[in-house]
């Protein structure tokens, strides 16, 4: 085991680079009928759930049609959020597969081994391999996608959920998870593993 910093990393036997599966990332970006939807159903949780207070010397609908876009803003970057996550997980459940298939990787998953790796440990792996993630938080996807299965509509999405409550949802989510795997529980060196990012 190697220890640098405050982290413990697996040994793994042999110099060879192991190849990880792809992480394929699907990047669509809603077309203008898809964000004139998403802008027409902010609207209607801004005028149904009565946000904004009424003031005789305001415009209503400016400040309304202002905090739909708001809301529309903020449900595309959970929209984002919840690929990646979905993605990431994904990729995790193939790096066990190849984990399990590959002699020299096979033990490493294992909880009887001290100190092993577990699935946080491709999270922290995508990390120190400094993958580019653009504007995604990695903990923020992943906590996402583990409270949600399918991505929620935006008309599920209250605007307390939208403004406040998501990231600290997806936090609680990811850090539960996290903690599941039993410690003593060491990183996967990054220099023994190739990781490619297929942007699709």
């Not at 990729?91 to 009887?112: I, K, M």
Request: hydrophobic content about 40%; proline content about 6%.
């Amino acid at each position: 085991m190697d220890i640098i910093g405050s982290k413990r990393y697996v040994e793994i036997a042999g110099d060879r680079t192991h190849e990880l599966p792809p992480l394929l990332i699907s990047e669509t970006t809603p077309g203008p009928k898809r964000l004139e939807k998403v802008l027409s159903m902010a609207e209607e949780i801004v005028a149904t759930d009565e946000i904004i207070p009424v003031v005789d010397d305001i415009d209503l609908d400016r400040r309304r049609y202002d905090l739909a876009v708001q809301f529309s803003e903020q449900y595309l970057g959970l929209r984002t959020h919840w690929r990646w996550g979905d993605a990431v997980l994904e990729w995790v459940r193939q790096c066990e597969t190849t984990f399990e298939l590959n002699a020299s990787l096979r033990g490493l998953l294992r909880p009887d081994v001290w100190p092993h790796a577990g699935r946080t440990s491709f999270i922290t792996l995508l990390e120190d391999k400094h993958v580019d993630l653009g504007d995604v938080d990695l903990t923020k996807a992943l906590g996402l996608r583990l409270a949600f299965r399918h991505l929620p509509p935006l008309a599920c999405c209250s605007d307390q959920f939208l403004v406040y409550l998501n990231q600290s949802i997806a936090t609680t989510a990811f850090a539960t998870w996290a903690g599941m795997t039993p410690d003593p529980l060491a990183a996967l060196p990054p220099e023994r593993f190739e990781v490619r990012v297929v942007r699709m």
